[in-house]
């Protein structure tokens, strides 16, 4: 099958160099029960997931099937082409799009947007979002929104300024009934200065042991997109100067 690489809104050429990288990038909707081991979820569905993709804020249309990829398979990111690519998964109640159109160095907040966005969608679900970008400093963005209203939004330069959290995290350790030493297990302590805390570990902790990312056999699909307008425009704002 032909490459597509035409997606209207781009400026910037196909091959033209991304600036930066992405570290997690990916945004999931968590729908009950809640203590599924992520192993037993059921297989991808890659129709499912086209749909999911395809419903997504900041996506158009879903224009290529690329295939299968592992969680564990970084987002291409070396050119501007690549930027159309996305991961999306759909493992029974669990949804997940990964892409590169949820990073940011601070301009905005598109993964707080599209959170939002699927809170309205999936009222019932655990709504859990990781994003790092790299642009010569680590940039992050993290959120958690649960069915009962708890949410934080966690976004800046760790180990810098400005860093801004939003919502109530301790709310949300006591809606998941996190105990001390889950949060000591994975470094957490809300005690700590905001740009200092793991804020990507306590979103992990919404997951629990149905977190997929870290388990090489759980595979996603790749989509070549055609992203809005809107996402267009931040993306090129932030991959390229």
């Known amino acids: 099958m032909a490459r597509m ?24 909707v968590f729908q009950p029960p809640f203590t599924v ?15 999911f993709a395809g419903s997504s804020e900041g996506i158009e249309e879903v224009l290529e099937d690329l295939g299968p ?5 970084p987002l291409p990111s070396s050119v501007r082409a690549d930027l159309d690519v996305v991961h999306a998964a759909a493992w029974g109640g669990m ?10 160095d601070g301009n905005d907040e598109p993964l707080r947007s599209a959170a939002t966005e699927l809170r309205e969608r999936f ?11 790299r642009g010569g400093m680590e940039h992050t963005e993290d959120v958690v929104w649960l069915p009962d209203g708890a949410m934080f939004h966690a976004s800046g330069w760790p180990d810098d300024e400005p860093f801004v959290v939003s919502g ?12 001390g030493w889950q949060l000591d297990n994975v470094g957490v302590d809300l005690r700590e200065p ?7 570990r306590l979103a992990g902790l919404a997951l629990g042991p149905s977190d997929p990312w870290g388990w090489e056999e759980m595979e996603a699909t790749a989509f070549r997109v055609r992203h809005s307008e809107d996402a ?3 993306m090129e704002g932030l991959y390229f100067v």
């Not at 905001?194 to 990507?200: F, K, P, Q, S």
């Open 194 to 200: 905001a740009n200092e805390i793991e804020w990507a």
């Open 123 to 133: 009222p019932d679900a655990r709504i859990v979002g990781r994003v790092a970008y």
């Open 69 to 73: 990829r592992s969680v564990l398979t």
């Open 232 to 234: 267009v425009r931040n």
């Open 37 to 51: 081991d992520a192993r037993s979820l059921p297989p991808q569905d890659p129709a499912r997931a086209r749909a």
């Open 168 to 179: 109530d995290p301790h709310a949300v350790i006591v809606s998941l009934e996190l105990k």
């Open 5 to 28: 690489t035409n997606t209207e809104y781009w400026t910037s050429a196909p091959d033209r160099t991304v600036r930066g990288s992405m570290g997690l990038c990916h945004l999931t």
């Open 95 to 104: 949804l997940s799009l990964v892409s590169p159109a949820f990073a940011t």
